[in-house]
């Protein structure tokens, strides 16, 4: 296990279960350079936040009902998160569209995974869209955070086949398992210095991505 110091320290926000959180615990368990300093939730009921406890990583809850508007809630995360003085921002399961002074002074270190190929299918309930639409693949997508919705520049996807027989369940587990693998795989191309956002642009390894990476089977 490496030394904390030679760890990229990140937040990571959550608000239900917290599996794509427990993924990255577990690749921090494992080889993973980061140092998650805090996890942070606008419910209290989030499982996620019991996955924390059971690793030792700090807990906080911010509930969201407890504010004016987006704005004043943005501004008590931001003073939040920036307590822990984060290098990356990870948003896993965060049910929050997030203001644009918020995405602003996170530019380029605030990252989300969207169960979808974006740009296919932004916004919810993306697995029964995708079987309504009878599309052939499905997946998931790592993306930089921007003020637009599930808009920002794409980093890494994993494809999954829609099956014949699909539920809106079934193709969710599968997605699910992809996420799982290309969450952790995202954040350590971050925290070792290989990925980037410049000017809106994906830069992975010094070199423009013109689309989004793509996890091989």
Do not use: C
Not at 12 to 41: C, F, K, M, T, W
Not at 43 to 49: F, I, M, N, P, T
Not at 105 to 112: A, F, S
Not at 186 to 200: T, V, Y
Request: net charge negative; no cysteine.
């Amino acid at each position: 296990m490496q030394e904390s110091a030679k760890r990229l320290p990140i937040v990571v926000l959550i608000s239900g279960g917290g599996s794509n959180l427990q993924a990255i615990i577990d690749a921090a368990n494992n080889d993973l350079p980061v140092e998650i300093r805090a996890v942070i939730s606008n419910r209290s009921d989030a499982y996620g936040l019991e996955r924390a406890q059971q690793a030792a990583i700090p807990t906080a809850v911010l509930d969201h009902t407890h504010y004016e508007g987006r704005e004043a809630f943005d501004t008590a995360l931001i003073e939040l998160i920036d307590s822990h003085q984060p290098q990356l921002v990870v948003l896993a399961g965060f049910m929050r569209i997030l203001t644009p002074e918020f995405v602003r002074h996170y530019q380029g270190r605030l990252i989300n995974i969207h169960p979808s190929l974006l740009p296919e299918f932004r916004g919810l309930h993306t697995h029964r869209r995708a079987i309504e639409a009878a599309a052939s693949h499905h997946g998931a997508t790592v993306h930089f955070v921007t003020d637009e919705l599930d808009g920002g520049p794409l980093i890494l996807q994993a494809q999954v086949p829609v099956l014949a027989d699909d539920s809106e369940e079934l193709l969710a587990a599968r997605v699910l398992e992809q996420e799982h693998k290309i969450y952790p795989l995202a954040i350590r191309w971050f925290a070792e210095g290989r990925l980037e956002m410049r000017d809106h642009t994906v830069v992975l390894d010094n070199q423009p991505l013109e689309k989004p990476a793509q996890l091989e089977a």
